[in-house]
């Protein structure tokens, strides 16, 4: 039985798309590479945001 619609075919049990599935230790290597990299880029923004709108109120009012 094939899918018509796109995006679905994963959906059918006999579909040969789960060949083309990544191994299991493949997805999670991803899936910690995605989140260690991701974290320290979230942490990041958190920390230099606020930084630098302070920098900029800071520098605001030595310039008057």
């Known amino acids: 039985m094939e899918s018509t ?3 679905l075919s994963i959906l059918d ?3 040969e798309d789960y060949d083309q599935l990544p191994p299991a230790p ?7 590479g995605t989140a260690l990299f991701a974290i320290p880029v979230a942490i990041a ?5 606020p930084a630098a709108i302070a ?8 310039r008057r």
């Open 45 to 49: 923004s958190i920390v230099l945001v």
């Open 55 to 62: 920098g900029r109120v800071i520098a605001e009012r030595f």
């Open 5 to 7: 619609t796109v995006g």
């Open 26 to 32: 493949v997805a999670a290597a991803l899936l910690i």
């Open 13 to 15: 049990s006999e579909s």
